[in-house]
């Protein structure tokens, strides 16, 4: 059973109740264009779930309208139900497409990207959590796309290294894995397998086994965090020497999902940028509308990884 919801707060630590209107900084124009229907029916012909639909990012238009999505692995199930999250749940999930990884590489191959995402749901129920099917997948897009830089968002396989080493072992330029907030309100938002100190150790144990593999991670804001919390989430995330970090505003699924507690001001989420830079980051997205799979941070990510091939 779960503890009661914890006194929700604004960023600056007082209480307050659950934020109702969206202000002006956060409205969006509806998705639309030629690419953006393009690649929606790529997908589907190819049994494809993007990550940017089952979590209803708000950013999909700007991204699929630019030709860009990121795919989502292992189907449109998962096995945990964290209460920010609009993917679907159940504690057995249909069993996993053996197409998929020729499926996901003829995506990637067909729309010629230099730099892919692929983020996947938990699959609690498999042995290694699904690991060897990613790796799988990986490896057949590098095949079939051999410039292209992949990144990669992983579960927390319940810190199983072994699971975390076969992932990590395949052609991978960017491995991310999100805290999602702090660690006073894991409990509440996240799935009870989903630890924050699990999390902190596998972008740990990532960069320990591979050590020149860029480690990523990012926060929701406005979950009735403080800031002294943020700022100790970054701490934690750079001194498991993280590489890039994202933060952005939560924004509630549906009814049946926590409730935003505040939508904060782009000016403090540019504090944020600023405080995270100085910790020595080397990539910060921060920003209401920012998602972890965020478009200018992979660009910057990209432009990056290919100076050091040049070098």
Not at 108 to 133: I, P
């Amino acid at each position: 059973m779960r503890a009661s919801l914890p006194i929700l707060q604004d960023s600056h630590g007082h209480p307050v109740g659950p934020a109702t209107r969206k202000p002006e900084w956060l409205k969006v124009t509806a998705p639309g264009g030629q690419n953006y229907t393009t690649l929606k029916h790529r997908a589907r012909n190819l049994h494809l779930a993007t990550v940017c639909e089952e979590a209803r990012c708000p950013n999909i238009g700007e991204c699929w309208g630019g030709g860009t999505a990121t795919f989502m692995l292992m189907g449109d199930t998962c096995t945990r139900g964290c209460r920010f999250c609009a993917i679907n749940t159940a504690k057995l999930p249909p069993a996993l497409d053996p197409d998929e990884p020729h499926h996901v590489a003829e995506a990637v191959a067909a729309m010629q990207l230099s730099y892919v995402v692929l983020t996947s749901v938990n699959r609690d129920e498999l042995a290694d959590g699904g690991a060897t099917h990613l790796a799988t997948c990986l490896r057949a897009i590098k095949r079939a796309s051999p410039t292209t830089l992949l990144e990669m968002l992983i579960p927390d396989f319940q810190g199983d290294e072994g699971a975390i080493r076969t992932v990590v072992d395949a052609p991978l330029a960017v491995l991310a894995h999100n805290v999602e907030t702090v660690e006073r309100l894991t409990a509440e938002v996240r799935d009870p397998r989903a630890h924050y100190a699990q999390s902190l150790d596998v972008l740990d144990y990532a960069k320990t086994i591979a050590p020149s593999l860029l480690t990523k991670s990012s926060i929701m804001i406005g979950l009735g965090e403080s800031e002294a919390e943020v700022i100790q989430t970054l701490s934690d995330l750079r001194d498991r020497s993280v590489d890039v970090v994202t933060l952005g505003q939560y924004l509630r699924p549906s009814s049946k999902h926590l409730p935003v507690v505040e939508y904060v001001h782009p000016r403090t989420f540019d504090r944020y940028a600023t405080i995270a830079k100085d910790m020595g980051f080397g990539y910060v997205a921060s920003g209401p509308m920012v998602r972890s799979s965020y478009r200018a941070g992979e660009l910057f990510i990209e432009r990056t990884l290919r100076q050091k091939q040049i070098a």
